[in-house]
T-cell receptor, first 112, second 115 residues
Framework: DVKVTQSSRYLVKRTGEKVFLECVQDMDHENMFWYRQDPGLGLRLIYF???????EKGDIPEGYSVSREKKERFSLILESASTNQTSMYLC???????????FGSGTRLTVV | AQSVTQLGSHVSVSEGALVLLRCNYSSSVPPYLFWYVQYPNQGLQLLLK??????LVKGINGFEAEFKKSETSFHLTKPSAHMSDAAEYFCAANAGGTSYGKLTFGQGTILTVHP
């Protein structure tokens, strides 16, 4: 089974800091996604990537950027963290055969 | 744009009772549909999926869902709730085609099971 690893489970950062969230997969999947999860809002797509150096904005990209230099790694970057970016961040990959996601365990980010 | 609506942010049932979690989608083309479950302090895991084969889909832990095109619904059911079913449940849809596998999620339903 594919494994999706998010490097940090919990993070606390200060307002204005640049924050990097890392996601690594151990298979050769092209499509990788970053979502944020907030109570009552479900999961909302921030960015996704369909190949190395290829990216597209999701529904809520403002305040975020991404980097995909290698196929197995997809990074989410908060350029200048703000308190409204306090959230659970989930990385996922999709198996093209059935379009079901495999999620990482999530990073709970608190911006103070 | 595709949307997924889960009716009821909280559902409470007694142990042994029927579980019914509602999900409706908006799409001109029948999408792929999924239910995910998230236990406390854990990531999301796939419960079941509909990918245009049988309309009644069986998943893990005794859950099943029925795709009804006429009602644009994909409700999740379980005949008899167990305490271990307490979790948050998310319905999701994928339009397929060139959407790169993007999923649109509902708002989530927290299931509470009382003894």
């Amino acid at each position: 089974d594919v494994k999706v690893t998010q490097s940090s489970r919990y993070l606390v950062k200060r307002t204005g800091e640049k924050v990097f969230l890392e996601c690594v997969q151990d298979m050769d999947h092209e499509n990788m996604f970053w979502y944020r999860q907030d109570p009552g809002l479900g999961l909302r797509l921030i960015y996704f990537s369909y190949d190395v150096k290829m990216k597209e904005k999701g529904d809520i990209p403002e305040g975020y950027s991404v980097s995909r230099e290698k196929k197995e790694r997809f990074s989410l970057i908060l350029e200048s963290a703000s308190t409204n970016q306090t959230s659970m961040y989930l990385c996922a990959i999709v198996d093209r055969a059935d379009y079901g996601y495999t999620f990482g365990s999530g990073t709970r980010l608190t911006v103070v | 744009a595709q949307s997924v609506t889960q009716l009821g942010s909280h559902v409470s049932v007694s142990e042994g009772a029927l579980v019914l979690l509602r999900c409706n989608y908006s799409s001109s083309v029948p999408p792929y549909l999924f239910w995910y479950v998230q236990y406390p302090n854990q990531g999301l895991q796939l419960l079941l999926k509909y990918t245009s084969a049988a309309t009644l889909v069986k998943g893990i832990n005794g859950f099943e869902a029925e795709f009804k095109k006429s009602e644009t619904s994909f409700h999740l059911t379980k005949p008899s709730a167990h305490m271990s079913d307490a979790a948050e449940y998310f319905c999701a849809a994928n339009a397929g085609g060139t959407s790169y596998g993007k999923l649109t999620f509902g708002q989530g339903t927290i299931l509470t099971v009382h003894p």
